[in-house]
């Protein structure tokens, strides 16, 4: 679930949120003199590892020659940098908001716009616990490929090009290119919604492993769902 953060609070003297978007944007690895080149005190740091949010990387294979630490996000670090400071939204709001996810679900799966479509999806968290005001609405889906419409393989891949290139993007690398259909889904869930958190079934399921939360399903066999929880839990038992 998304931690809801004040955007007023500051961390060694650093506004939370330029803190929040840095590691982001490091994507949680990273070396600790990148942060005084960044003009952030070197103490922020010391600060985020007494909280919790980051840990050192004692893998040798993370060293280099320069002689400072390399550091990467905890679990309660990555909830950290999904934080949202977005205000607080009615409940009746938010059930606009869902209801208007589950019409652009079905527009994605019955569209040929999109190249994947969504087989599981479910609301948890604030949402489903109730309450006149919440934080955000955690919003959890599973995709897979159009194949039949698309193709295996190099078909795969050339309507991935094809599909990119007619949208007008530019890969920064090559997995900007093969991460596509799925994020052209995450972004059209998303609509542009701070108030809408999205995650993967994965993250889902591991958070149910440790801690039963009430869910709804929108999209996907609930039977099977819960049968993938129980799951998840003996495998961490065992």
Not at 103 to 115: A, F, G, K, L, P
Not at 152 to 157: A, E, L, Q
Not at 215 to 236: C, H, N, P, S, Y
């Amino acid at each position: 679930m998304t931690l809801h953060l004040d955007s007023k609070e500051k961390i060694a003297s650093v506004p939370v949120l330029k803190v929040r978007d840095t590691l982001f944007r490091w994507c949680g690895c990273f070396r600790a003199d990148w942060l005084t080149d960044k003009g952030l005190p070197a103490r922020l740091c010391d600060e985020l590892l007494t909280r919790g949010y980051i840990k050192k990387k004692i893998d040798p294979r993370c060293s280099d020659h320069s002689g400072f630490d390399w550091f990467d996000l905890t679990d309660m670090g990555r909830q950290f940098v999904r934080a949202s400071a977005a205000p607080r939204i009615k409940l009746s709001s938010a059930a606009k908001t869902v209801e208007a996810l589950g019409r652009r679900i079905e527009e994605i799966n019955t569209s040929d716009e999109y190249m994947v479509r969504v087989t599981e999806a479910v609301i948890f968290g604030s949402y489903i616990r109730g309450g006149d005001r919440i934080g955000d609405i955690d919003f959890a889906f599973r995709t897979e490929r159009k194949s039949e419409k698309f193709g295996t393989n190099s078909d795969w891949d050339r309507a991935t090009e094809k599909d990119f290139r007619a949208c007008g993007r530019i890969a920064k690398s090559f997995l900007d290119e093969l991460s596509w259909p799925d994020m052209k889904v995450r972004l059209r869930l998303k609509n542009r919604q701070r108030t809408i958190s999205l995650h993967v079934m994965d993250e889902f399921l591991a958070l149910q492993r440790k801690s039963a939360t009430p869910f709804t399903v929108l999209m996907g066999d609930g039977e099977q769902i819960l049968t993938d929880i129980q799951q998840r839990k003996l495998a961490f038992n065992d």
